[in-house]
Structure formats: structure tokens, C-alpha cells
């Protein structure tokens, strides 16, 4: 992995200052019926810590059991969507319960267009998700571009979820079996969708190569207001592509220059205490 330039570490350590998280990382949880030498133990282990999947009263999180699409939605949803995001009930479905554990989760979901019903008023959230619905869930919740040929010989190319196969193939979030199939049709495992949950999260572009340029934004402040324009000409003086600087930041802290703007103009305005007691 490369290193982040200082001045990128500066930024994100701004989003840190400006927008701290108060929940605590969740202790790691194991499961008896899951050893180290499962296929997808380290998946489950990762997404258990992180919150996304857990086990059942008994302890157990039974990897060859089946996912519904209601806990689908759960899993995608808290994996991909904003929490503050995931607070309405209400859903266009019939068959959803809005006093559900799921509601809110499938109502965001499908709102994102990151899953849908089965017709305008049902969406079967007790219904097995299959596999090619676990491709279409994950390909659009992770917004998956880049696609592959899809070769598996189970998969029509007038499939539905033919377009996502080719994305998670491209992603070596699935190999398929032997024998050059996909199984469509058969119910996805929660060791399975774990798995693909944890592989997608993990997937990405290379890290590019950074202009190392250190250049401190708390020396360009004029009459208490932080001056972008001239913390701009100081980074072009140094040698710096302002352009790819802005593809930089936003790739390293999720930040546009109007975030970034915001959050120096914070810390400018309420500085933290640094002294020691």
C-alpha cells in the first residue's frame, strides 16, 4: 500500500476533528459452528466485528443456512447505507410490516434502487434470496461498474442479473462452481453472502500514485477566514497539479473542496485544546 502524502493525512484528520464517531468498534465475535478452517471464516469474522451480520440467540450463525430478502436488505443496508438514512418504516409493500426489524432497512434499500419488489405492493421478505438476486443487491448497492464476460453456462444472456454476474466476476467476488456455472437460481448461504459482502467491500481501484506535497491550509488564513485561492497558488507554486489535487482528497477522505473548505473553517473557529492537564 502506498503512503498518503502528509497534507492528504492532514485532511482526513480534519474529517476526524469535524465529524468524530461516537460508536465504539464491536468486540470480535466467534462462533462454534463456524471453525477457522470454514472457507469464509475470516468474512464472518470481519462482518461480525464491523456489526453488519450477526449469529442467533443460540449462538450459532449457521453459515449453510439460507439469507431472506429481508435480511438482505438488513446486511446491504448497513453495510452501504447512510444511518441516518435508515429511519423510515413506512414502505409501498403490503407484505412488510412497518413494526419489522427490516422495514426501515427495505424501505432505504429499495429507495436507493438497491433492491426491488416482486410487483408494485409485495415484496416477500420471508422469500430465499438466490443468487442472481444477490448479484443484482450487491452490484447496485456497491455501485459496480467495471464488468466482465459473463461465460458461466447457466446464465442467459437475456438474464436480469446477467449485466451483475459480470461485475462480481470482475470484481473476483465470485468464481462460480465447477463445471463453469453460476447457479443462478439456487439460495444464496449466509457463509456465501457474507463472503460476497466482505469481498465487494474490500474491492476498489489501485491506489493512485499521490503528489507528495506538504503544505500546511492553517498558514493561509486571512482575517480568521481560511483563503482557499491562496492555499491553491502556494500548491501550484510547489509544483502541484491543483486538479489531481482535488481527486486526491476526495479519494483519500470522501471530501470535496467545499468539505474540506468547511472543515479547516471549523477548526479555525473552535480549535481543540491541546494542553495538557
Known amino acids: ?51 453488519v451480520i450477526g449469529g442467533y ?7 449453510f443456512g439460507t439469507v431472506t430478502r429481508a435480511e438482505a436488505a438488513i446486511m446491504i443496508g448497513r453495510e452501504v447505507i447512510d444511518e441516518e438514512d435508515i429511519n423510515d418504516t413506512h414502505t409501498k409493500f403490503k407484505d412488510v410490516n412497518p413494526n419489522s426489524k427490516a422495514a426501515a432497512y427495505i424501505k432505504a434499500a429499495t429507495d436507493n434502487n438497491i433492491i426491488q419488489g416482486f410487483d408494485a405492493t409485495h ?3 420471508d422469500a430465499k434470496l438466490t443468487r442472481e438476486q444477490a448479484a443484482i443487491l450487491i452490484g447496485r448497492g456497491y455501485g459496480l461498474t467495471d464488468s466482465d464476460n459473463v461465460t458461466f453456462v447457466d446464465v442467459a444472456k437475456d438474464s436480469k442479473a446477467y449485466p451483475y454476474i459480470g461485475k462480481l466476476v470482475h470484481a473476483k467476488i ?11 437460481q439456487q439460495n444464496v448461504s449466509r457463509g456465501e453472502f457474507a463472503a460476497f459482502l466482505d469481498r465487494a467491500d474490500n474491492y476498489g ?41 482535488l481527486q ?21 473557529d473552535d480549535p481543540a485544546d491541546d494542553s495538557e492537564e
Open 1 to 51: 500500500m502506498k503512503k498518503l502524502p502528509t497534507m492528504i493525512m492532514g485532511a482526513a484528520m480534519l474529517v476526524t476533528a469535524a465529524a468524530p464517531f461516537a460508536q465504539a468498534a464491536p468486540a470480535p465475535t466467534s462462533y462454534p459452528d463456524v471453525p477457522t478452517s470454514y472457507r469464509f471464516y475470516q468474512e464472518i469474522e470481519t462482518l461480525s466485528e464491523l456489526g
Open 57 to 63: 440467540p443460540d449462538g450459532q450463525f449457521k453459515p
Open 123 to 125: 415484496f416477500k421478505p
Open 174 to 184: 465470485t468464481q462460480g462452481f465447477p463445471g463453469n456455472r453460476f447457479k443462478p
Open 205 to 245: 481501484p489501485d491506489i493512485p500514485e499521490f503528489q507528495d506535497i506538504d503544505i500546511d491550509p492553517f498558514e493561509y488564513v486571512t482575517n480568521g477566514k481560511f483563503d482557499v485561492n491562496k492555499y491553491k497558488q502556494a500548491y501550484i507554486a510547489k509544483g502541484g497539479d491543483w486538479n489531481k489535487y
Open 248 to 268: 486526491e482528497l476526495e479519494y483519500a477522505t470522501g471530501m470535496k473542496l467545499s468539505d474540506f473548505i468547511q472543515a479547516v473553517q471549523e477548526q479555525l
